[in-house]
């Protein structure tokens, strides 16, 4: 052995490997954001180098920003939720239909959302966390019922012409100081929709009851071995119960921030975006076997993978595919850098 | 790992039980269950659901139609796709989710290669039985590349199959450019429709020569066996002088060439190619299929006629909505529906609660007897 493995302390060395993991990791998403970023402006030039640009990136991704986060919730304590994608479509909807046909205000769509994605968080979470039936089959049913379930509400598109709703979909947060001037010399203020600062709330929210509250830190126990967390006193059924319905719930707030960005319900909302935020979580430096992770790498991981697509869009390479394969190529090379960083860790 | 130890339990309880039991017991009780309801129910809703008859095709040849005839032809990819399916699930505990996304793949290489490249053909550029083996070929290298995530890289059989879920579709229309290529041979059409002179569908065929060479695999070889072991202990098995990795992506190569032959079947009905839309959602029914056929999706032992049954019950189930008129687009939501309940009944839990239910009166019967 080349290193010597401490020899009475050996709980504790592993801790500590444990949590250097989660923060390597998590320095990887964040270094590789910024290169990223920093190449696109180099190289790329023009837009990448406007704040606007940037900005819209979160517009474009405040759904996906909290949907990832609740994906990463799951993932932690050891499970998976692939419906996400699908119950933001039912959101969007249900919601939609509700305001154009049953004369709903903001009030009924936000509680439409959350009752959603409540719903299928209680049921998932039960099933898992209670017959212990393995979580990836349950929510593929889930996503499949929920896609159904979109169909069955409407097939057509329904745009939505609610002034109360449209008022706030429109409404532009001004953010001081990163505005630019456009070719006539006007100034043209840099902005974000509302949907972005209940995302960044979100994320704040879920990083402080990850670290700081007993139910956060229990997340981390039963993902990273639910015995060891059993014998120390958790309530391992409770806990992967409650992460499968703080994603469900997420999932339903990701519906409403997805509504509230594109004002339409349609079946082809929110497509591929399980896929996208389960992609955020492990670019984010979340393990697919639990235990590690943390809602600000998958912060990152989301701003990675949108910088990524944009810049093979910009590339020239701006058909459909280009973008996909990209996705499932950067995917890839994370799963394999994590496995073998695991491999590695068990050996030890 | 469970199953070792309770099976010599249930084969020495087996003779105090009642026949209703041992059959309710037995794992193909519920797919047939599940295929004498739904049987039942059209004899019930409208008989005529089972009339075969005889019609002409486009090309003016008889041929037989019917719903049976079409259950049977239609459920030829599922079949297929589910004895690859029930090996992977044996040997790795996990399934393959990008099984549909990798049709898609397959069928798009056949096509480019028959086509020759060009967009519309009208005749064959290629000889077919060289681009189904280049199809073949394609899809094996996909298997395996799911193979190795699985089984040397040790990531979770889904979340790698994720990849290619997620990359499948476009790589297939990046393979013919994103054109949609159209083959207008006949000689292409046989294997999807019918052969010139036989009244039943090409696919029924196809899908019985797998089956049979299936059941010889199984017979005269260790396949079967060394599968189970790897997914019921793979240290174990290691210990035995078995190479579990090996085999895991042995299994995973097996599924690539029954989906390359399932893409070619799809391709060939219509010959053409739709990527998005193409066996979509397929992946969710070669699961259930499995699962139908009782076989445990944690790995382990497995009963590929239970899945081969399970496809075909499933292919009923969504014939039979077709007529009841229900939407394709809704079908997921039925189907999720089924899913859910069967995983539900199967899981460990409720099967034990079950068996405290069944337990109680046996001991009753037996003190009154």
């Known amino acids: ?210 670290r700081w509250t007993k139910l956060g830190r229990s997340f981390y126990a039963v993902g990273g071995s639910s015995q060891s967390a059993n014998m120390l006193g958790i309530n391992v059924r409770r806990t992967r119960f409650l992460a499968h319905v703080l994603c469900g719930v997420l999932a339903g707030l990701g519906g409403i921030l997805y509504f509230l960005h594109v004002g339409s319900g349609d079946v082809a909302n929110g497509a591929g975006d399980e896929m996208n935020a389960i992609a955020s979580s492990i670019i984010g430096g979340t393990l697919l076997t639990g235990g590690v992770g943390n809602v600000a790498g998958t912060f990152f991981g989301v701003l990675s993978l949108n910088t990524i697509k944009r810049i093979v869009s910009s590339l020239g390479f701006d058909e459909a595919w280009w973008s996909n394969i990209t996705v499932a190529a950067m995917l890839c090379l994370f799963l394999v850098v994590q496995s073998v960083v695991l491999l590695r860790r068990n050996k030890k | 790992m469970t199953t070792p130890v309770k099976e010599p339990k249930n084969t020495a309880k087996r003779p105090h039980e009642s026949r209703l039991k041992q059959l309710t017991r037995h794992q193909l009780f519920i797919p047939l269950a599940a295929l004498a309801l739904l049987v039942l129910f059209n004899l019930v809703a409208d008989p005529s659901f089972f009339l075969v008859t005889v019609k002409e095709n486009s090309l003016g040849n008889p041929v037989l139609s019917g719903n049976i005839i079409s259950v049977l032809d239609n459920a030829s990819e599922l079949v297929i796709l589910a004895i690859g399916m029930t090996l992977v699930t044996a040997s790795s505990g996990g399934q393959d989710i990008s099984v549909g996304a990798a049709m898609a793949i397959a069928g798009s290489v056949i096509l480019r290669m028959v086509c020759g490249g060009q967009v519309t053909a009208d005749t064959m550029q290629m000889s077919l039985l060289l681009a189904v083996l280049i199809g073949i070929l394609v899809s094996m290298v996909f298997g395996a590349f799911n193979g190795v995530l699985v089984a040397y890289f040790k990531i979770q059989p889904m979340v790698a199959t994720l990849i290619l879920y997620t990359a499948g579709r476009s790589i297939a229309a990046w393979i013919n450019n994103n054109q949609l290529p159209i083959i207008n041979d006949l000689g292409f059409k046989y294997a999807g429709t019918f052969l010139p002179g036989v009244p039943i569908p090409t696919p029924i065929f196809i899908t019985a020569l797998i089956i049979v060479l299936f059941w010889l695999a199984l017979k005269r070889t260790n396949l079967g066996l060394y599968t189970q072991s790897v997914g019921i202990n793979a240290n174990s098995s290691r210990l035995n002088g078995l190479d579990p990795k090996l085999i895991k992506l042995m299994t995973y190569v097996i599924l690539g060439v029954c989906v390359a032959i399932a893409g070619f079947i799809r391709v060939s009905r219509s010959g053409s190619i739709n990527y998005s839309r193409m066996a979509e959602n397929i992946e969710m029914d070669a699961i259930l299929a499995v699962a139908l056929g009782g076989n445990a999706l944690s790995g382990g032992r497995f009963n590929i006629y239970g899945s081969i049954l399970g496809a075909y019950v499933i292919q009923f189930l969504t014939t039979t909505l077709y007529k009841y008129e229900v939407p394709s687009t809704a079908l997921p939501a039925y189907k999720a529906v089924v899913v859910i309940l069967l995983v539900v009944l199967s899981a460990p839990v409720v099967q034990e609660k079950l068996a405290g239910i069944r337990k109680a009166p046996a001991k009753t019967a037996k003190g009154v007897s």
């Not at chain 1, 499949?144 to 429109?170: H, Y």
């Not at chain 1, 929709?193 to 704040?204: D, F, K, N």
Request: hydrophobic share 55%.
């Open chain 1, 1 to 210: 052995m080349p290193k010597g493995i401490a020899v009475d302390k050996q709980g504790r060395m592993k801790e500590r490997a444990a949590m250097s993991d989660t923060n390597l990791l998590l320095a990887i998403t964040v270094v590789v954001f910024f290169l990223l970023y920093l190449s696109a402006i180099l190289f790329l030039g023009g837009g990448f180098a406007k704040p606007q640009n940037f900005l819209n990136i979160l517009n474009n991704n405040a759904s996906l920003i909290v949907l990832s986060c609740g994906m990463s919730l799951v993932m932690i304590t050891g499970g998976i939720d692939i419906s996400v994608g699908a119950v933001t479509c039912l959101v969007c909807m249900v919601s939609a239909v509700n305001l154009e046909q049953q004369g709903g205000n903001l009030l009924t769509v936000v509680l439409i959302g959350l009752g959603i994605g409540l719903a299928f968080g209680v049921v998932q979470g039960f099933l898992v966390a209670h017959l212990g039936i393995q979580p990836f089959i349950i929510s593929l049913a889930g996503m499949f019922f929920a896609k159904g379930m979109t169909t069955i509400v409407s097939k057509e598109p329904v745009r939505v012409t609610n002034e109360g709703f449209l008022a706030v979909k429109d409404t532009r947060i001004t953010v001081p100081g990163l505005g630019s001037v456009n070719k006539l010399g006007e100034y043209i203020p840099a902005y974000v929709e509302v949907g972005v600062v209940i995302a960044l709330l979100t994320v704040l929210l879920l990083f402080c009851l990850l």
